[in-house]
């Protein structure tokens, strides 16, 4: 009857009885209850509470050191992280690596990374000489819901903003490089890296809403397009610059 009290939960972890001080005060009829996973972590941390499910699995392979392929996969739920200042929630991630190689040694990657309609990323690699003169051609796109993706950082990051956004945008992009060599110890002194860009930016549908939930159409489209180079010493050529909105 009454309290406060403070409690204590001993629980065995990997065959090592542990003791956590859980601290609550606890009133006439309550009870308190906490996962291992947040027993150990408030017995060797600061943190308050911590949860979620992780699971994944890598089966990479050598191929003629230091080369390698193979995939990976990580995929996080409803994963949580309380401390004294905030608290870090995310309701799912996905993250996967695929990588082949082929007769000539050159490794081909995909990557990808989502979170619902908050983020859908994918990167297709091709990497040439590797260890030698790298040869880089990336691909790169990305497709984010605004809407979701605020909710996504403001569980995460605590982000929490009067106005908030809605639309989507889109982003196509091709990078390629060249270089430096390597093999070269004078030439990795003052490394040389060239590279040629392709951007695709889109926005489409935005609208602000306000904290009286006031609805404010912002644009149905803006774009952006970069194109140029760079040689990796002292000249930058830009093709193309283009910035556009449908008013």
């Known amino acids: ?88 929630r995310l309701d799912r991630l996905s993250f996967t690596h695929d990588v082949a190689l082929d007769a000539e040694r050159t490794a081909k990657h995909a990557l990808t990374l989502q979170s619902g309609k908050a983020l859908d990323a994918t990167i297709l690699a091709e990497v040439k000489d590797a260890f030698g003169t790298p040869e880089v051609r990336a691909e790169v796109k990305v497709d984010s819901d605004l809407a979701d993706l605020g909710k996504t950082l403001q569980g995460l990051i605590g982000l929490r903003q009067d106005t908030r956004l809605e639309g989507r945008v889109a982003l196509k992009a091709t990078v390629v490089t060249k270089g430096p060599d390597l093999k070269d110890p004078k030439a ?38 970069l194109k140029g180079a760079w040689d990796g010493k002292s000249k930058g050529d830009l093709e193309t610059l283009t910035l556009g909105s449908s008013f």
């Open 1 to 88: 009857a009454g309290g406060p009290y403070t409690l204590y939960v001993a629980y065995t972890t990997d065959g090592v009885p542990a003791t956590v001080d859980l601290s609550a005060s606890l009133g006439t009829g309550q009870i308190a209850a906490v996962s291992p996973m947040t027993g150990a972590a408030r017995a060797y941390s600061d943190i308050l509470e911590l949860g979620g499910t992780v699971d994944g699995t890598l089966e990479y392979r050598l191929e003629g050191a230091p080369h390698f392929a193979g995939r990976g996969r990580l995929e996080i739920s409803d994963f949580v992280l309380g401390m004294k200042d905030r608290t870090m």
């Open 188 to 225: 990795m002194e003052k490394p040389v890296l060239a590279a040629t860009v392709d951007v695709d930016l889109a926005a489409s549908d935005l609208v602000a809403i306000d904290a009286d939930k006031k609805r404010l159409e912002i644009d149905k489209l803006i774009s952006l397009k």
